[in-house]
Structures are given as C-alpha cells and as structure tokens.
Antibody, heavy 119, light 106 residues
Framework: QVQLVQSGAEVKEPGASVKVSCKAS????????IHWVRQAPGQRLEWMGW????????KYSQKFQGRIAITRDTSADTAYLDLTSLNSEDTAVYYC????????????WGHGTLVTVSS | SYELTQPPSVSVSPGQTASITCSGD??????GCWYQQKPGQSPVLVIY???KRPSGIPERFSGSNSGNTATLTISGTQAVDEADYYC?????????FGGGTRLTVL
C-alpha cells in the first residue's frame, strides 16, 4: 500500500541545521504533493510547507520563511525538509504527508521523525 | 493569519453520539478535513472535503461544514474512538490546523 518512510531521530545543538527525508512508495511520486507538519511535545499539529513533487514548486508557512527548504529527488521518490538555525522550540516530531495537487486531503502520513534540539 | 478554534475536550458515553466543532471565519467556503491521532501514533485522515470518508473509515464518522463551523460527528461512539481530533483547512494554499480536541469515551 501507499507508504511514506521517514529518516531516523536526530539530536542537534542550537544554531545547527537538520535534514529529514521522506521516501514514498507504491504510488507515482511526481503526481502528488508532499507536506511537512510538526508537533511539539503535547502541542497541536503545525503545518510547515509543501512541495509539488512534479514541478518542484514550494509554499511555506510564513512562520518558517527564511530558514526552511523543502526539496525532492524524483529519481529516489524522496522529499526532504531542511530547517536551519534550530532552537529549543524546534524540538518536535516532524511528519511528512501526501496530498493531491488540489490539497483535498493529507493521506497517508509518515511515521514521524523526532528532532531534539539541546545543548 | 487564518485560525481554527476547537474545544479542548469532549466527553461521550459509549454508544452515544459525539460532536466536535471547528470554528473559523467563513470556514464553510473552504473544504475541511478531520484527522484522528492516538497517543504515540501518526494522524489518520477520517473526513475530507467536509463530509467524505476515506476507505477503511467506519460509517459512524461523518462531517458537515457551513457558515463558520465544521462539525465532526461520531455516531455510536466506541472506546476505540478515544483520541485527539484535529480539523484542518487551507487558506490561500497554506495549511491551518485547529488546536485539537481530546475525545474521552467514559
């Protein structure tokens, strides 16, 4: 079935950058979008941005503008989230999720990647 | 920026109907989704385009959206439905989530 497999947990120091991957399988990768959503401990889901896996166009939440980049490698059916200038408030589980280009739904979601920012 | 507001918690007895609301300015003019999240698990889509159920989601889950309020209704609530529920909508291709509602089945 359709699956999104994410990279493993990361521990980063404040000021560092992190790159999380999301490998898709069992569907035509370039025919859908990939979104990134994060969830800090005990907090709500927070949408970060998305990429059209076909043409590479992106849109980001204003909150992360300037320190986020979402990219994709169509040869590897994989999307990536880069987040720079990390601080303790970036400690969260980061999820990727698939959507059609018209944004009707997010399904399925990856299993999540815990990023811990600590000195 | 666009905001969606949900009640923090809703309680329901087994077999009864649970209703979870989501409020936002002119929300009825946007398509809404609902996601279920159980502790330690990834969110799961339960309603999309206001009232459509993905395959595999039980018929007891239904949705509506009009005016400023979207509602997720769970009929004949079961213990397995105990979870956090998040509404979500799009504002100019930007995703927005509600604060989440903890559904407790007493």
């Amino acid at each position: 079935q359709v699956q999104l497999v994410q990279s493993g947990a990361e521990v980063k120091e404040p000021g560092a950058s992190v790159k999380v991957s999301c490998k898709a399988s069992e569907y035509p990768f370039s025919s859908f979008a990939i979104h990134w959503v994060r969830q800090a401990p005990g907090q709500r889901l927070e949408w970060m941005g998305w990429i059209n896996a076909g043409n590479g166009n992106t849109k980001y939440s204003q909150k992360f503008q300037g320190r986020i980049a979402i990219t994709r490698d169509t040869s590897a059916d994989t999307a990536y989230l880069d987040l720079t200038s990390l601080n303790s408030e970036d400690t969260a589980v980061y999820y990727c999720a698939r959507s059609p280009f018209d944004l009707r739904w997010l399904d399925p979601w990856g299993h999540g990647t815990l990023v811990t920012v600590s000195s | 920026s666009y905001e969606l507001t949900q009640p923090p918690s809703v309680s329901v007895s087994p077999g009864q109907t649970a209703s979870i609301t989501c409020s936002g300015d002119k929300l009825g003019e946007k398509y809404g989704c609902w996601y279920q999240q159980k502790p330690g698990q990834s969110p799961v889509l339960v309603i999309y385009q206001d009232n459509k159920r993905p395959s595999g989601i039980p018929e007891r889950f239904s949705g509506s959206n009009s005016g400023n309020t979207a509602t997720l209704t769970i009929s004949g609530t079961q213990a397995v439905d105990e979870a956090d529920y998040y509404c979500q909508a799009w504002d100019r291709s930007t995703g927005v989530f509600g604060g989440g509602t903890r559904l407790t089945v007493l």
